[in-house]
């Protein structure tokens, strides 16, 4: 698959090593031409500006930049991203490990109106990095399963190609207008992570005391 990825921090590293590893056409950009560069350099993909990114991403564009820059950076190549799959890997979250969007349209559903055309894929936003360095991430046995919201199907899938790709397994989240609940879920296990040092992973019980017959 030709993948973009636009920006050079964290998520861009990890997610861009694992999908250059394992075949896929890469190109890192960003609004530094040095940092891209020297990013694409260690992880073995190909360097440009955040619109090269968008050009070359035929298959699929990560946005991985900080919320804050995110809707600035998709406006400005809405031209581009029109009928790609953007996949939003971004969490809203401000000090106080709660939504900069609360009580609003959800981080996602901002990005795509941003982007009008560009088919949204609200994935890889409930992990830290060190998650996705895992190869793979497995844990008691078990492939971490990535939730994803969208809402076209051909985007879906190629989201749910590159999950399996990292050795986990998707999930369906729902349509678009469930992305905020992925968000919220970030911001309530961030903040139960950092901020109390819980073991976040223990709040869910296990799948056969989990069925509806019990509510």
């Not at 998709?74 to 490990?97: H, K």
Request: charged share 20%; with cysteine; hydrophobic share 45%.
């Amino acid at each position: 698959m030709r993948i973009g990825i636009a920006g050079t921090g964290n998520m861009a590293r990890v997610l861009g090593t694992r999908w250059s590893r394992a075949g896929h056409d890469v190109l890192v950009g960003g609004r530094d031409p040095g940092r891209a560069a020297a990013l694409a350099d260690q992880i073995g993909a190909q360097a440009g500006t955040l619109r090269d990114a968008a050009q070359h991403g035929q298959d699929a564009m990560l946005l991985a930049v900080p919320y804050s820059a995110a809707i600035g950076v998709v406006s400005g190549l809405a031209d581009t991203v029109r009928g790609r799959t953007l996949i939003d890997c971004t969490n809203p979250i401000v000090p106080g490990f709660v939504l900069e969007t609360r009580g609003g349209p959800s981080a996602a559903e901002r990005i795509a109106a941003a982007a009008p055309g560009a088919s949204v894929v609200k994935a890889f936003n409930l992990c830290h990095e060190s998650v996705w360095r895992l190869t793979p991430p497995v844990f008691g046995g078990r492939p971490l399963a990535v939730p994803i919201c969208g809402d076209d199907a051909p985007a879906l899938e190629a989201v749910r190609f590159l999950v399996r790709d990292l050795g986990c397994v998707p999930v369906d989240g729902g349509g678009l207008d469930r992305a905020g609940l992925l968000e919220a879920t970030a911001a309530l296990l961030i903040g139960l992570w950092v901020g109390e040092g819980a073991d976040a992973q223990a709040i869910a019980p296990p799948l056969e005391y989990a069925g509806v017959d019990l509510f």
